[in-house]
């Protein structure tokens, strides 16, 4: 292992973008994930490398399988093998009650906040896994208090893929790591409750770490 190397999806903004930030600071040569944004993310970038840190912007919609996969690809040659996975990306729509919501929005949660965080956990775990060559890692899927709140009136559709991350996590966990997750507390946000994050690892090299805190790096089988 010659270096920790991490992605952070979503990470040109809030959560995600304090989460590089943060990451960059510790040691960490860092890929910050964007759809849209190029200018944030960039902005991300150049406030790493000012504190000495090394960072990439690197557009991918998590959706698309194609493009996650060139995410990673992409980070494994310009930083070195990926030995760290923040799972961040996500949206919620439009708050309201589920009879009011259209397909469209419920398509879109669902494909970037379930199957993205699926495509790129499988694509970290085929590079970190000690069954593929690897050298072990760390995946962080960020999930909420609408995944047990529920969100009634406002986001039944986001607390059901929240509650699809803890299972994920899980389900994951048990395959693959030697720790179970571990909720690390609550990260409030702009968009404010229910959806306050919390940040679920699935493995960790302490008993008691948070968002701002090293990540160690651990076997995944």
């Known amino acids: 292992m010659t270096g920790k190397v991490l992605i952070v999806t979503g990470g040109s903004r809030g959560i995600g973008a304090a989460t590089c930030r943060l990451a960059g600071r510790r040691g960490y040569a860092v890929a910050v994930n964007y759809r849209r944004d190029a200018t944030a993310a960039s902005s991300v ?3 790493i490398e000012t504190a000495g840190g090394k960072a990439i912007a ?3 919609d998590v959706a698309r399988e194609a493009e ?3 995410l990673f690809a992409e980070t494994d040659a310009r930083l070195g093998r ?8 996500g949206i919620a729509g439009r708050g309201q009650r589920l009879d009011a919501v259209d397909a469209a929005t419920l398509e879109a949660i669902f494909d970037l906040n379930i199957l993205g965080a699926f495509l790129c956990a499988r694509a970290a775990v085929r590079r970190m896994s000690t069954l593929h060559g690897g050298s072990g890692g760390v995946i962080v899927n960020l999930s909420s208090a609408a995944a047990t709140l529920g969100s009634p ?3 039944v559709w986001y607390a059901d893929s929240k509650g699809a991350i803890d299972t994920m996590t899980i389900g994951l966990s048990k395959e693959v790591a030697p720790i179970s997750p571990l909720g690390c507390g609550f990260l409030c946000d702009r968009r404010d409750s229910p959806r306050v994050r919390r940040s679920v690892m699935i493995q960790v090299d ?4 948070t968002i701002s805190t090293q990540f160690g790096l651990l076997p995944i089988g």
């Open 82 to 89: 990926v030995t760290h996975l923040v799972n961040n990306a």
């Open 153 to 155: 009136g406002e986001y």
């Open 206 to 209: 302490q008993g008691s770490l």
């Open 68 to 70: 996650v996969e060139r």
């Open 45 to 47: 970038v150049a406030d």
């Open 58 to 60: 690197v557009e991918a």
